[in-house]
Every structure is written in structure tokens, then in C-alpha cells.
């Protein structure tokens, strides 16, 4: 049972590293446009996504943390 | 900027070497089947361009792993490493050895299978690396 969970978790646990620089890489591109646009409209939409990015990133990098938690408790 | 540097080093390195190593396997094939001198040349020189691009696909992708995924160890890393090693290590043996001995591949040799079964396995290893690849797209 254990080793099944083991594989569960570290699956998960990819998805995640994976996951996580997409954030940190669309947060980077939406602040770039929202530096490019003179436009207060344009600006204000690209900063929004790009903090919603960053919050994702946040969200993923706390379910990661608790995800390593959970692994590093079962018996190896 | 210098995480990008290493992803697209790694994209444009591994393209060259995952597009090239295939063609080359099919070239061979053909030579076999018409028995066209040509093509098994052909297939040395894919062999080689495609041997020069996968130790820098291979550093590359360590150095975007490193930077990018803080160098975390997952089932998926740790393949796309032990595979990328093994392909950089067989295919510099087969270059060298095609190199050394240009009748190597000729139908009455008797390496022929040898030298085959190490192509095909370079292939195996290759398109599985590429499928890995295209789980980070």
C-alpha cells in the first residue's frame, strides 16, 4: 500500500515542479506587457493576470510543500 | 535571461539531435532494402550531426534543470538524465566505430548486427527522450 502511495504522491509531486516555472513564466511575460502598454486599460489587465499568475505559483508551491511533507512521513 | 538561454539551447540542440537520429536509422533501413550505397553514407553523416548536438542538448537540459526546476529529483528528470547520457555515450561509440571501420554496415559484415541492434537502440533511447521532452511543452 505504501509504495502505491509512495508513486501517487511522486507523481503529484512532478505535476507540480513542472507546473510551478509555467507560473513564474507567465507572471514574467504579463508584467513585460503590462510594461509595454501605454494604456492604463491594457496595463491594468496585464498586471491583473499577472498576479493571478503569481498567486497560482503560491498556491502550487504551498500544495508542493505539503506534498514533500506527506512523502517524507511514509516509510521508505 | 540566462534560464532562457539554457531552454532554448536545450530545444534547438535536442531538435537537431531527435530529428536526425531517426532519419538517419531509416536511411540505413533503406540501404538495406535497395542496397544503395548512398543512403548508408547519408545515414553516417545524420549520425554525426546528431552525435555533436546531444552533448549540448545534454548540458543544456542539466543546466535548465538545475536552474529552472532547482535540479529536483523526479521520475521524469531522472530519465530524461540516465537516457540522455546513454544516447550521448552509444552514439559517439557508433560514430567512432563507423569512423574506424567504414565496411562496418556493409550486408557481409559481420558486426552488421551489432552495429544495427546499437542503432535501433539509439533510436529507442532518442524517441523516448523526445517523448519525455514533449511533457514539458
Known amino acids: 500500500m505504501s509504495g502505491k502511495e509512495r508513486r501517487e504522491l511522486e507523481r503529484k509531486i512532478e505535476a507540480l515542479v513542472i507546473a510551478i516555472p509555467r507560473e513564474t513564466e507567465a507572471n514574467e511575460y504579463y508584467l513585460k506587457l503590462a510594461n509595454e502598454y501605454e494604456d492604463p486599460a491594457s496595463k491594468e489587465m496585464f498586471t491583473f493576470l499577472a498576479d493571478q499568475e503569481n498567486r497560482h505559483r503560491q498556491s502550487l508551491e504551498h500544495i508542493l510543500a505539503g506534498l514533500e511533507e506527506q512523502l517524507a512521513k511514509l516509510p521508505k | ?137
Open chain 2, 1 to 137: 535571461m540566462k534560464n532562457k538561454f539554457y531552454v532554448h539551447t536545450h530545444h534547438i540542440a535536442s531538435h537537431f539531435t531527435n530529428a536526425l537520429w531517426p532519419v538517419g536509422s531509416v536511411l540505413l533501413s533503406m540501404y538495406y532494402f535497395y542496397g544503395t550505397k548512398s543512403y548508408e553514407d547519408a545515414s553516417y553523416y545524420c549520425f554525426i550531426f546528431s552525435t555533436i548536438g546531444a552533448p549540448l542538448a545534454l548540458a543544456s537540459g542539466l543546466a535548465d534543470w538545475r536552474s529552472r526546476f532547482q535540479g529536483r529529483s523526479t521520475r521524469i528528470f531522472n530519465h530524461k538524465r540516465f537516457f540522455g547520457a546513454l544516447f550521448v555515450i552509444l552514439s559517439t561509440f557508433i560514430v567512432m566505430w563507423r569512423t574506424t571501420n567504414g565496411a562496418v554496415a556493409a550486408p557481409d559484415s559481420e558486426t552488421k548486427y551489432v552495429y544495427l541492434a546499437s542503432v535501433y537502440a539509439d533510436l529507442g533511447f532518442v524517441v523516448y527522450l523526445g517523448h519525455l521532452g514533449g511533457k514539458f511543452i
